[in-house]
């Protein structure tokens, strides 16, 4: 099977939707700073993994804890293959066993955490429980939670030529290609439950093709500032061989006040033109080897 590489970087809008650590009272968001002290909240790999699998309508792939207290670790049956569950297909597996050396699959579908394009201001939403509190004249308590909004952009690497192939465990193209579109289905639609609220996270802007590299080909170069996607920077890319012919790109209209320039730009369709061309990209790859 010819070695091929499926990448796309996405930009989507979404509120506190990742919490790390409380301190004290305050529930903060995860972050990370770049040199110059700005701060950027930050939604992990881990949990848009989770959304992804959640909402994937596959079979979860079976778990079992081992060990004991804080020894305890929870890790997938030794008999759960690729073949009957598309997580482990995707995701990869460590399953570790006492006398041997375990069995381990690195990711073939592979996250970057969703970062902030706008910077984190300290801003604190004041939370009590009054409604509850006074049903039985108690008083309240009162709690803090660090809160953002801002759009976030993240990228999908996906090595389709490894896709269903684990040692001497191959499925059939069909079921392949039939897994990669699913998954398509699911990120275009993604959304994340979290404290009550139901952020979406589907694509606003999105940008990526099929490739003979594996590269994450946009995922340093898609920007915004001021509502507008820095298009110059997307522009610098394309022109690598073999990027600009297999390139697509979806944007919501008017949703930046550049869209015009998007769309005679980098050619831009709709989001869900630009999936439909993208599994049609990956069946017919299947489907030639």
Do not use: W
Request: proline share 2%; glycine share 8%.
């Amino acid at each position: 099977m010819k070695s091929k590489g499926l990448a796309m970087t996405i930009i989507f809008q979404a509120e506190s939707a990742n919490y790390g650590e409380s301190l004290g009272n305050i529930s903060a968001l995860k972050k990370i700073s770049r040199n110059n002290g700005d701060q950027y909240t930050y939604i992990s790999r881990q949990a848009i993994r989770y959304n992804m699998m959640e909402q994937v309508g596959e079979n979860p792939a079976p778990v079992k804890a081992e060990g004991s207290g804080d020894k305890k670790v929870i890790q997938f049956l030794s008999e759960a293959t690729i073949t009957d569950y598309p997580e482990l297909d995707f995701f990869g597996y460590l399953k570790t066993e006492k006398g041997t050396q375990g069995q381990k699959r690195s990711a073939k579908v592979r996250l970057s955490n969703a970062i902030s394009l706008e910077t984190f201001k300290a801003d604190l939403d004041f939370l009590t429980n009054k409604g509850q509190a006074d049903k039985v004249g108690e008083n309240m308590n009162i709690a803090q939670a660090e809160i953002h909004r801002s759009y976030y952009r993240y990228t999908v690497t996906i090595d389709l030529d490894q896709i269903g192939i684990d040692g001497q465990v191959e499925i059939d193209n069909k079921e392949k290609s039939r897994r990669v579109q699913k998954l398509m289905d699911t990120i275009a639609l993604l959304y994340r439950d979290i404290r009550g609220r139901r952020e979406d996270l589907k694509p606003l802007f999105i940008v990526g093709g099929v490739y003979d590299v594996k590269n994450p080909v946009f995922q340093n170069v898609v920007d915004i500032k001021d509502n507008k996607i820095l298009v110059d920077n997307i522009l610098g890319v394309i022109d690598y061989p073999g990027i600009k012919e297999n390139t697509k790109c979806g944007v919501i209209d008017g949703q930046f006040d550049n869209t015009s320039e998007i769309k005679t730009e980098l050619h831009a369709e709709s989001v869900p033109a630009f999936f439909k061309d993208l599994k049609e990209k990956i069946d017919a790859y299947y489907e030639s080897n």
